[in-house]
């Protein structure tokens, strides 16, 4: 049992680098390259990026040096991708699952949008089928919804629930959840 303690929590503990990581990545710069992999908002030394997902398909891009400018492209972004460089359309190329902005200059801004659409996908997960919204690179919603906390809350147009102590019954250890851990109920 001990072996089993020590390597779940070996794996608990890379989480937080492997996150840690990601994150590193999701924008990069090499070789006088601002290269975004996953479209989120994060400003770094060499840009600033902002997306507006999971409401629409937006990102944009505002280098610090001049140089070019590279988006990844996933398979939920379709194939409509408009590009522009200070609101005015251009095209960028596309080189393997990048689209690359040559030669733009510092302050510049470069923005990506395509069409969003809710994707639903039938998970299961221990036995038990969910199905997940997908809008672009974000989960919106999960069904069934659970019984104390719902993370997937994402549909900016509709107001969060949020369970109160009464909602929330202990049925078993599984579902002990963090409402009756900080009220201390068994």
């Known amino acids: 049992m001990s072996k089993f303690r ?3 929590g070996c794996c608990v503990g890379m989480a937080p680098v492997a996150l840690e990581i990601i994150w590193n990545r999701a924008v990069e710069f090499d070789d ?3 290269l ?5 908002d994060k400003e770094t030394e060499e840009a600033t990026v902002r997306m507006n997902y999971p409401d629409t ?7 610090k040096q001049t140089g070019d400018v590279a988006v990844r492209v996933y398979d939920w972004m379709g194939q409509h991708l408009e590009g522009r460089i200070n609101g005015i359309a251009c095209a960028p190329s596309r080189e393997g699952n990048l689209l690359v902005f040559r030669n733009v200059t510092a302050g510049d801004v470069v ?5 969003v659409e809710t994707a639903v996908v039938k998970e299961t997960v221990r ?7 997908w809008r672009g690179c974000d989960v919106v919603d999960i069904v069934p919804r659970g019984e104390h906390l719902r993370l997937y809350q994402r549909d900016l147009q509709i107001p969060k629930y949020y369970p109160s102590a009464d909602d929330v ?3 078993g250890a599984a579902n002990y959840g963090p409402t009756q851990q900080a009220q201390g109920k068994k």
């Open 169 to 171: 019954h202990f049925t």
């Open 111 to 115: 923005e990506l949008e395509h069409p």
């Open 57 to 63: 398909g937006y990102i944009s891009i505002k280098p």
């Open 127 to 133: 036995g038990e089928q969910y199905s997940v919204s």
């Open 6 to 8: 020590s390597i779940a």
């Open 32 to 34: 006088g390259m601002v």
């Open 36 to 40: 975004v992999n996953i479209p989120v």
